[in-house]
């Protein structure tokens, strides 16, 4: 059994509102091993930032708390430290990155300065030695030139250089852990493309782990060894990068697949998109999150909340179509990438 690094048990963690206390997530349960990368996709809203800024303890600068449950990160419980103590483990043993770049630099430094200040903080790097180390991680995470670029100010260098820089800096201490919330959104497919390799080369080099929130199940194929579909606060389905896109089994996560243009399942040059939209927090629905939107709704859906459910092969979902094992997704075993429902009530547009 290969070490956990990350292991987030129940985490419910919300805002106080007027409307009193909203959950952005609700006992969210996931783990993530040395080495290895875990994707948390999902809509705009599902909880996805929510879930990372509660791990990072950052979610109490933007309002909100940890309400309940565990995040243990390599033994140490994170949900109980003080700020003092996060401060230590923050851009130490975890960092993280953000879909802008620009907002996480300093204009009025050169980014060499800033990557040294960072070793100079974690790794009480001296300043002639944070400098010429500054040089050899812009060098690691592919910029030309990098003793010209050190010394260069953020709007001297294109977004993708930027986020490259910003890479820079969370390795300037070597974390265990990187949390990369939609780290290439911002930038064109093919600067895209290009982070995400790096970020591919970099953890085989160093050996980090990464959870990568991104609502973009291409770059989840492309990233992932697991993948936790997230719906309205709850995971919805979690497992391997094989079995969710061999056999994806919620109808969410299938409405999630068929939207991506050119998947098999998808229309051709239709673009499907899931019917209706992410309800509000304060206003969930009874039973299953996904009811009002999903194709297969039946009573029981409306009742009561889905129980999560092994679809073995370490493969879970939370639906009540697999509560018996009669009703085990019509796909599994076949040999077949994806099979979309017969009947569903999506809206098909034009691409
Ligand atoms: N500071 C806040 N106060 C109140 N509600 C918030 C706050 N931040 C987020 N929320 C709510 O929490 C829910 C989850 O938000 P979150 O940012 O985690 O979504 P997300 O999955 O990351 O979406 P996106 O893809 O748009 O980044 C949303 O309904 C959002 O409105
Ligand atoms: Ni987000």
């Not at 043993?93 to 990557?115: C, E, R």
């Not at 070597?174 to 939609?182: S, V």
């Not at 509000?280 to 009874?286: K, R, V």
């Amino acid at each position: 059994m290969a070490e956990k690094v990350l292991e987030i048990k129940h985490l419910t963690a919300g805002f106080m509102t007027d409307n009193g206390i909203v959950k952005a997530t609700d006992r969210v349960s996931l783990h993530l091993e040395k080495g290895k990368t875990l994707c948390v996709v999902g809509e705009s809203g599902s909880g996805k930032s929510v879930t990372s800024l509660a791990v990072m303890r950052l979610l109490e600068f933007a309002g909100g708390a940890i309400l309940e449950g565990s995040v243990n990160f390599k033994g140490e419980e994170l949900s109980v430290k003080s700020q003092d103590e996060m401060i230590h483990i923050r851009g130490n043993k975890i960092a993280m990155i953000f879909q802008d770049p620009m907002s996480a630099l300093n204009p009025v430094f050169t980014v060499g300065d800033q990557i040294a200040e960072s070793l100079r903080l974690h790794q009480n790097k001296s300043g002639a030695e944070a400098w010429k180390e500054a040089v050899d991680l812009l060098r690691l995470v592919g910029i030309p030139a990098p003793e010209v670029r050190a010394k260069q100010y953020p709007h001297e260098l294109s977004g993708g250089m930027c986020q490259r820089v910003v890479i820079a800096i969370a390795l300037a201490c070597k974390p265990d852990l990187l949390i990369a919330d939609e780290p290439t959104t911002a930038l064109d497919v093919t600067v895209q493309a290009q982070i995400l390799d790096l970020l591919r080369r970099l953890q085989n080099e160093i050996g980090m782990s990464i959870l990568l929130i991104t609502h973009d199940m291409g770059v989840a194929a492309e990233m992932a060894d697991r993948i936790a579909v997230m719906y309205a606060g709850v995971i919805v389905e979690e497992g391997t990068v094989a079995e969710i896109f061999d056999h994806p089994s919620h109808p969410y996560t299938i409405g999630l697949l068929q939207s991506i243009p050119g998947f098999e399942g998808s229309r051709g040059e239709e673009l499907f998109t899931i019917k209706g939209t992410i309800p509000a927090l304060s206003q969930l629905p009874s039973g299953c999150r996904f009811h009002p939107r999903c194709p297969h709704a039946m009573a029981v859906c409306q009742e009561q909340e889905p129980e999560n459910i092994s679809l073995g092969d370490d493969h879970t979902a939370s639906c009540w179509l697999f509560k018996d094992s009669g009703n085990m997704p019509a796909n599994r075993g076949q040999g077949r990438t994806f099979q979309p429902p017969s009947d569903h009530n999506g809206e098909v547009k034009r691409a």
